[in-house]
């Protein structure tokens, strides 16, 4: 059996990744994991229409990484119950997925888990391409999507 795994859960605070946290859960209590919760945010870039260059803008992104930085406590603190939660924020100018991807590699995780939204018919396969479709193609372990289901919540 596996025991003191490391589980990377995915976060952008919707209430999919907030379910997937509570489902993650489970499994660090079973496993004995430690669980990355990891928030993957775009650096603020202010473009100068003049040159065309893209410029960071300090200021405002440490205000987007501290408030980030809250939500992630946050969420720690409502859902820990004797399971050691390490919050990660990791600022990349590519796609979150490949920012995921990236992490779990890094932190050589077992697993990684991340809330996929709720969408149905044609559109949801064009639309589960996003994150989810790229973070289950190129993750350098198993992963695990979950999907919502309202029946649970009542």
Same mark, same amino acid.
Request: with cysteine.
């Given at each position: %059996?596996?025991?003191?795994?490391?589980?990377?859960? #995915?976060? $952008?605070?919707?209430?999919?990744?907030? $379910?997937?946290?509570? @489902?993650?859960? +489970? =499994?660090?209590?079973? /496993?004995?994991?430690?669980?990355?919760?990891?928030?993957?945010?775009?650096?603020? %870039?202010? /473009?100068?229409?003049? !040159? %065309?260059?893209?410029?960071?803008?300090?200021? =405002? !992104?440490?205000?987007? @990484?501290?408030?980030?930085?809250?939500?992630?406590?946050?969420?720690?603190?409502?859902?820990?119950?004797?399971?050691?939660? /390490?919050?990660?924020?990791?600022?990349? %100018? @590519? !796609?979150?997925?490949?920012?995921?991807? $990236?992490?779990?590699?890094?932190?050589? #995780? $077992?697993?990684?888990? =991340?809330?996929?939204?709720? @969408?149905?018919?044609?559109?949801?396969?064009?639309?589960?391409? !996003? +994150?989810?479709?790229?973070?289950?193609?190129?993750?350098?372990?198993?992963?695990?999507? +979950?999907?919502?289901?309202?029946?649970?919540? +009542?």
């Amino acid at each position: %059996m596996i025991r003191h795994c490391k589980i990377v859960v #995915a976060t $952008d605070f919707s209430e999919p990744a907030d $379910d997937a946290l509570r @489902r993650t859960m +489970t =499994l660090a209590h079973k /496993y004995e994991a430690d669980i990355y919760l990891l928030h993957v945010m775009e650096p603020f %870039m202010l /473009y100068d229409t003049d !040159s %065309m260059l893209a410029m960071p803008v300090e200021d =405002l !992104s440490e205000v987007r @990484r501290k408030g980030a930085h809250e939500r992630l406590e946050k969420q720690v603190d409502k859902v820990r119950n004797g399971v050691t939660i /390490y919050p990660k924020i990791v600022e990349d %100018m @590519r !796609s979150p997925a490949a920012a995921i991807c $990236d992490a779990a590699k890094d932190l050589e #995780a $077992d697993m990684i888990v =991340l809330g996929r939204h709720g @969408r149905e018919g044609f559109l949801e396969h064009l639309l589960i391409g !996003s +994150t989810a479709e790229h973070v289950v193609r190129h993750a350098p372990c198993t992963v695990v999507v +979950t999907h919502p289901h309202p029946e649970e919540d +009542t």
